[in-house]
T-cell receptor, first 114, second 117 residues
Framework: DTAVSQTPKYLVTQMGNDKSIKCEQN?????MYWYKQDSKKFLKIMFS???????INETVPNRFSPKSPDKAHLNLHINSLELGDSAVYFC?????????????FGPGTRLTVT | AQTVTQSQPEMSVQEAETVTLSCTYD???????LFWYKQPPSRQMILVIR??????QNATENRFSVNFQKAAKSFSLKISDSQLGDTAMYFC??????????????FGKGTKLTVNP
C-alpha cells in the first residue's frame, strides 16, 4: 500500500503553461506539506495544511496555489510556469501532535519547464 | 529562525567500514526533533533515524546511530558496516515540537555519500 502518492511523477511543460500536481495520503494524517527540492538538492518547505487549513505559507510566488479538498489530499497548482520552477516537488504528511512528529514523503514530482 | 548546517558536501567510504556524517543546527527552542533522511537515486525520502531533544540517550537503528550533543547543537550520524545500498544523499533536518501544524522540517544542504566496493 502506498502511503503518500503523487501524480504525475514526471511533468515536462513549456513556459507560461498552468499545471497541477496531486497528492494523496492514506495514513489518516491531518497535516500535509509541499516541499521544493532545487537543482542543488536543497529542500525547502513551501506550504503546510492542517485539517484543510493553511498553516505555513513560506515566501512562495502567488503563482503557486495549494488546495486541500479534504484531509487526505493536497494539490499544488502552478500558473504561468517559469524556467526557475523546474525542480522536484515533494508532498509529505504527518499527524499533528503525533509523538514522533515523523513526516512521510511521497515519491516526488520532477517538473521540467522548457 | 532555525538553520541546519552540513559541512561535508561529499564523502566516500569503503564497504564494511564506518563513516560519520556531521550536522550542526541553530535554534532558540528548548524542545525539538532532529532527523536524518536518506535520498537514494530513486529520490524517495526515507527516514533513517530520529532524536527527540529532551532525550539524553542517543538514538540507534541497527547500523545507524547518532551522537547528539545538545549543548553543542551537534547531531552526527554514524553508519557502521557500510553497505553499497547506503549510497545516497543524506539530509539532516530539524523540526520544532508539534505546535498546530507549523512543524516544518528545516533541512541541511545534504551530504552525498558513496560506498565503494
Amino acid at each position: 500500500d502506498t502511503a503518500v502518492s503523487q501524480t504525475p511523477k514526471y511533468l515536462v511543460t513549456q513556459m507560461g503553461n498552468d499545471k497541477s500536481i496531486k497528492c494523496e495520503q492514506n495514513l489518516g494524517h491531518d497535516t500535509m506539506y509541499w516541499y521544493k527540492q532545487d537543482s542543488k538538492k536543497f529542500l525547502k518547505i513551501m506550504f503546510s495544511y492542517n485539517n484543510k487549513e493553511l498553516i505555513i505559507n513560506e515566501t512562495v510566488p502567488n503563482r503557486f496555489s495549494p488546495k486541500s479538498p479534504d484531509k487526505a489530499h493536497l494539490n499544488l497548482h502552478i500558473n504561468s510556469l517559469e524556467l526557475g520552477d523546474s525542480a522536484v516537488y515533494f508532498c509529505a504528511s504527518s499527524q499533528f501532535q503525533g509523538a514522533e512528529n515523523e513526516q512521510y514523503f511521497g515519491p516526488g514530482t520532477r517538473l521540467t519547464v522548457t | 529562525a532555525q538553520t541546519v548546517t552540513q559541512s561535508q558536501p561529499e564523502m566516500s567510504v569503503q564497504e564494511a567500514e564506518t563513516v560519520t556524517l556531521s550536522c550542526t543546527y541553530d535554534t532558540s527552542e528548548s524542545n525539538y526533533y532532529l532527523f536524518w533522511y536518506k535520498q537514494p537515486p530513486s529520490r524517495q525520502m526515507i527516514l533513517v533515524i530520529r532524536q527527540e531533544a529532551y532525550k539524553q540517550q542517543n538514538a540507534t537503528e541497527n547500523r545507524f546511530s547518532v551522537n547528539f550533543q545538545k549543548a553543542a547543537k551537534s547531531f552526527s550520524l554514524k553508519i557502521s558496516d557500510s553497505q553499497l545500498g547506503d549510497t545516497a544523499m543524506y539530509f539532516c533536518a530539524f523540526a520544532p515540537y508539534p505546535q498546530g501544524g507549523s512543524e516544518k522540517l528545516v533541512f541541511g544542504k545534504g551530504t552525498k555519500l558513496t560506498v565503494n566496493p
